[in-house]
């Protein structure tokens, strides 16, 4: 997958903007044609801020997979095996990786693209075009990425925990015969470990995957 041209991005986003503006009920809280530059300017760095605030809750939740991933990623010896995201050229955990495509799936399978439209739409009602506010109190932020790294834990716990008791299974070993090379033998265990106890966990995540995914829905409707 190739990042999308900003063009059409742009075009995309100006569309869907029209769609939604003609739809609005509530109308503007202030005359958007008698506004002076210093009112215009504001209004939209309201407007700028709610889309910010919509994406961060969103980057949240899957930068919570993704912090899971990088420590299951140098618990199994592939710290050093990054990919590469073609989409922003940055350099993402493997297991992350993994975990945050699953949870793309499970958004769309559920129709969160859906919510995500209804809940843009929404916040045009919830502050009108041209007026200044909130769609939450910033102070529940925390709260949210406490809960996405405790479901994001949840989903790596199992591989997590596999792979500790293997590092102490090789701690021991490495005690009893000093002469082996655990190094080299624990890269292998553990990846052939990661490999199948990551394969085995897949199908027990996926209502995990599904609550983080409407745990950003329900965050906005508190």
């Known amino acids: 997958m190739v990042a999308v041209p900003a063009r059409v991005r742009i075009l995309l986003a100006l569309a869907m903007s029209a769609c939604l503006a003609a739809g609005v009920v509530t109308y503007p809280s202030v005359d958007m044609v008698a ?43 592939y710290g050093l095996a990054l990919l590469i995201d073609p989409t922003t050229r940055a350099q993402t955990p493997l297991f992350g990786t993994m975990f945050a495509l699953l949870a793309g799936i499970v958004f769309f399978a559920i129709n969160g693209h859906h919510d995500l439209l209804r809940l843009v739409a929404a916040s045009l009602e919830f502050v009108p075009l041209g007026a200044q506010g909130m769609l939450f109190e910033p102070e529940r932020i925390f709260v949210l990425l406490g809960g996405a790294m405790t479901l994001a834990l949840g989903i790596g716990a199992a591989l997590m925990a596999t792979l500790f008791a293997a590092d102490v299974g090789l701690a021991l070993l490495s005690r009893a015969l000093p002469q082996m090379n655990v190094l080299i033998l624990g890269l292998q265990v553990k990846g052939i470990l990661a490999i199948v106890v990551g394969a085995t966990s897949m199908l027990f995540t996926a209502p995990r995957l599904v609550e983080l995914v409407r745990m950003m829905f329900r965050f906005f409707a508190g």
Do not use: K
């Not at 930068?63 to 199994?76: N, S, W």
């Open 35 to 77: 506004m002076d530059n210093a009112v215009l300017v504001r209004a939209m760095g309201s407007e700028l801020l709610i889309g910010i605030s919509i994406a961060l809750v969103l980057q949240l939740c899957f930068a919570a997979l993704y912090i899971v991933g990088r420590t299951i990623d140098i618990q199994a010896g």
